[in-house]
């Protein structure tokens, strides 16, 4: 197993958080370019009554570059749904096994 960075350390508390109360993720796409090519994606999710903003601790995991313009995660690619490839990959990236099936539980 590897070793967890605090970003890391903070995303799996997080994550596992969210799996006991049944809690997901929930991406808000800001913007799209002309192109279509690439997106701005901020990321959040219920925590008893207020909605917390996650998208700077996933940027953190995942190495995807903060749009200081649209505050969200600016996103390359098309053809799928990029939300959750974020999830999926800040998923991957603190827990060793059961990465999908996690991702999918917690991805709305």
């Known amino acids: 197993m590897k070793k967890l960075n605090e970003s890391e350390k903070e995303l799996k508390k997080l994550v596992q958080s ?10 808000v796409v800001l913007h799209v370019s002309q192109s279509g090519m690439s ?42 749904d990029m939300g959750f490839h974020v999830v999926y990959n800040a998923v991957s990236a603190v827990f060793d096994k059961n990465s999908i099936k996690i991702a999918n539980s917690i991805y709305n």
């Open 18 to 27: 969210l799996l006991k109360r049944k809690a997901e993720i929930m991406p």
């Open 39 to 80: 997106r701005v994606i901020m990321f959040l999710y219920p925590k008893g009554n207020k909605i917390v903003d996650v998208t700077s601790l996933l940027g953190k995991v995942t190495g995807y570059k903060y749009h200081n313009r649209y505050d969200g995660l600016s996103i390359g690619g098309c053809g799928m």
